[in-house]
């Protein structure tokens, strides 16, 4: 497959256009997703969350950020000063950076110009989510190790522990999906996914690339790297002020991006059931409709499971993720084989 | 010789350990359980009382900032000065001090009246007995519970503030609520 058939064929000037809507969009996104969290949360303990500030606590997020950006930045005297800066901006950048390949609508012809309604449209679409998705554990075992506190400490040495026992099986949920799709690309897949949605096919990987979309995103019932009850706040103990908002931020992104890629591979992206076929420009808000969905399955997940014992989670990474992802891609192996001769 | 616990033994017994297909219902039955749960909890109506707004209504009973009371046709102060209220009182919060009324000068139906009658509502523990001790019912205890201020002298009242009208801002429990 040549570069000219996977999205290169643009302009320059378009590609930046692209980049900066995209950016813009994700963050107006992670505001959205923050308060309806709190405010779902409060639902989900018979209360109202935030109700204070503007109509209906709308500005909550707002008077959050403000908080946080306008205090004092601060480090403890243990801390290893530049890995300390550098860690939350790796969370970020690694972020927004995987937020560029989630598609929201296919190529779309704008004022004359074909305009692909994603960031990139990578060859290598799952490889790239995978490296961001690894390299963003450095933000965390960073941010962790360089504070010189034991609790950052331990939940650093956590989120290690916890990436080895579910990436492996988030890989594997996604190769049933490669090889019924027969691409790499993000488009390709939803395109594939015109007849039907592959959550359908692929229920046991959509499960288990859920279940590791809540460890990646150390999100509850996962979240043993922030763990509050007993690490103090885990990796980002430490941190206050820009730095703390930074990691707030890119983990809600995280949460975006997550319910991103399950929309595009398992639950047909920007495609519609029962051969309804909208205009071009509803594409991308059928697109966060079901990213909304996602989203508030994190919530609802985080309202109502408990954290697991650190053991737990390894064993229950290894023991039961593990075989089921791969059995689920041997499975799809054979009758992808067996189907196309 | 060796003592026989009898029948103090307690055989605890235990579930036989649970299948595979056990294990899963648990892992996943009750899962989907614990989301069925909160979800129903998220369609009900929250049970917080919006404070400053809204406020919790109190029993006729309650006890909160004193009254002092008038005879409702001459207007003359109930209380006497008899002081039995600062002696009742655990708290040590009443002050009294007595003064004669004259022909001229009646506060009081009684032979004497209150010429200062405070009551430091910093120290008050709200116990009512003052109330019980009055032996002609001229201190009640009233309905308001919004007592913060500023500083600790505000929160002295003195017999005028005690006898004024007061603003009725706590809601009165209706009969059956």
Not at chain 2, 114 to 139: K, M, Q
Request: net charge neutral; glycine share 10%; charged share 15%.
């Amino acid at each position: 497959m040549t570069l000219a058939l996977v999205g290169y064929y643009e302009p320059w000037w378009v590609q930046v256009i692209k980049a900066t809507v995209i950016f813009a969009v994700g963050l107006q996104l992670v505001p959205i997703v923050l308060i309806t969290e709190r405010k779902l949360l409060g639902r989900f303990q018979a209360r109202y969350g935030p109700n204070r500030v503007g109509p209906y606590g709308a500005l909550q997020p707002l008077a959050d950020i403000v908080k946080l950006l306008t205090k004092e930045q601060f480090r403890p005297s243990t801390a290893t000063g530049f890995l300390f800066a550098l860690a939350p901006v790796v969370s970020i950048v690694t972020a927004v950076a995987a937020f560029a390949i989630i598609p929201f609508g296919d190529v779309q012809d704008i004022f004359g110009t074909p305009v692909g309604l994603y960031g990139v449209d990578v060859s290598i679409g799952p490889l790239y989510l995978f490296a961001f998705g690894a390299v963003a554990f450095y933000g965390i075992v960073l941010g962790g190790w360089s504070s010189g506190s034991k609790y950052s400490f331990l939940g650093a040495m956590r989120g290690a522990a916890q990436l080895i026992s579910y990436e492996v099986s988030q890989g594997l949920a996604l190769v049933g999906v490669i090889f019924t799709a027969g691409t790499l690309s993000l488009t390709g897949i939803v395109q594939a996914q015109e007849g039907m949605w592959y959550v359908i096919p692929q229920f046991f990987g959509f499960l288990v690339f859920l279940v590791a979309g809540f460890a990646e995103t150390n999100r509850a019932p996962f979240d043993l790297t922030e763990a509050d009850a007993e690490l103090v706040g885990g990796y980002n103990t430490e941190y206050g002020g820009g730095r703390f908002a930074s990691y707030y931020f890119a983990e809600y992104l995280n949460v975006l991006v997550v319910s991103g890629v399950v929309t595009t591979v398992f639950l047909g992206g920007w495609l519609l059931p029962f051969g309804l076929r909208p205009a071009g420009w509803v594409d991308p808000f059928v697109v966060l409709a079901k990213m909304g969905l996602i989203t508030f399955l994190f919530i609802w997940v985080r309202a109502t499971l408990p954290r697991p014992r650190y053991d737990q989670l390894m064993s229950f990474g290894w023991k039961i993720l593990l075989p089921l992802a791969t059995l689920n891609a041997l499975v799809t192996a054979v009758l992808v084989v067996v189907t196309h001769k | 010789m060796t003592w026989d616990p009898g029948e103090d033994v307690i055989e605890v017994v235990r579930a036989p350990a649970p299948g595979a297909l056990r294990s899963t219902y648990r892992a996943f039955g009750e899962t989907l359980r614990g989301l069925k749960t909160t979800f129903g909890r998220m369609l009900e109506k929250p049970v917080t009382v919006q404070y400053p707004e809204e406020k919790t209504p109190v029993y006729p009973r309650f006890r909160g900032r004193h009254k002092l009371h008038r005879f409702e046709d001459t207007g003359l102060e109930k209380c006497v000065g008899c002081s039995l209220c600062a002696a009742a009182c655990p708290a040590d919060c009443i002050r009294v001090v007595a003064a004669e009324n004259t022909p001229e000068h009646r506060v009081s139906p009684g032979e004497r009246y209150a010429e200062v009658y405070e009551i430091n509502l910093s120290r008050c523990i709200f116990c009512g007995y003052c109330e019980v001790a009055c032996p002609f019912d001229a201190i009640t205890m009233g309905h308001d519970y919004e007592l913060s201020d500023y500083t600790r002298s505000d929160l002295i009242f003195t017999k005028e503030m005690l006898l004024a009208e007061p603003l009725e801002r706590t809601p009165l429990r209706r009969e059956g609520e």
